[in-house]
């Protein structure tokens, strides 16, 4: 069964600091990897999908890479904004779709 | 883009009552459509998968005559809490998947059972 691990479960940094957050899952045969953003008592949004094909993707300030060989992936914030606190979520698509337990981030102004 | 519309948003029922949350995908055909579960500072757990037409896949520990699941259409699943208890207040969320493009969600109902 498919295990998904994030570290660290929760973060505080402050502003414009660069931060890592990991993800790692147990079966590397995924269709493909998703990172999720939760806000408080609402629902999901998405901000990267990478295909298993795929080692990375970006969008603005985030940058996701995949290394299926070791089941790991990271998403890296660049210059971080009180605006991106809130839990990410990462998620591994095989057959259906797993989470992580997330990681609270907090940025500080 | 695509849209995943999931409704009611929350919902406030008695103990012993059902309730029916639907979950549509707009513009495309969800071929599978998920449901989750969320209780407070917990991480989202899936309940069942179900595809369209067939029944649906229930995670263990989730009992499949307390909440129904119906998948009739590419674009509509619904999730049924019959007889309904204070425990199964939380968050719930449909994700459709039509698989290719990324999952999309619902923004969640948040059931409260009093």
């Known amino acids: 069964k498919q295990e998904v691990t994030q570290i660290p479960a929760a973060l505080s940094v402050p502003e414009g600091e660069n931060l890592v957050l990991n993800c790692s899952f147990t079966d590397s045969a995924i269709y493909n990897l998703q990172w999720f953003r939760q806000d408080p008592g609402k629902g999901l949004t998405s901000l990267l999908l990478i295909q298993s094909s795929q080692r990375e993707q970006t969008s603005g300030r985030l940058n996701a890479s995949l290394d299926k060989s070791s089941g790991r992936s990271t998403l890296y914030i660049a210059a971080s904004q009180p605006g991106d606190s809130a839990t990410y979520l990462c998620?591994?698509?095989?057959?259906?779709?797993?989470f992580g337990a997330g990681t609270r981030l907090t940025v500080k102004p | 883009g695509a849209v995943v519309s999931q409704h009611p948003s929350w919902v406030i029922c008695k103990s012993g009552t059902s309730v029916k949350i639907e979950c549509r995908s707009l513009d495309f055909q969800a071929t599978t459509m998920f449901w989750y579960r969320q209780f407070p500072k917990q991480s989202l757990m899936l309940m069942a998968t179900s595809n369209e037409g067939s029944k649906a896949t229930y995670e263990q520990g989730v009992e499949k005559d307390k909440f129904l699941i119906n998948h009739a259409s590419l674009t509509l699943s619904t999730l049924t809490v019959t007889s309904a208890h204070p425990e199964d207040s939380s968050f719930y969320i449909c994700?459709?998947?039509?698989?290719?493009?990324?999952?999309?969600f619902g923004n969640g109902t948040r059931l409260t059972v009093t």
């Open positions: 998620a591994v698509i095989i057959n259906d779709m797993r």
């Open positions: 994700s459709a998947f039509d698989g290719n493009s990324p999952l999309h």
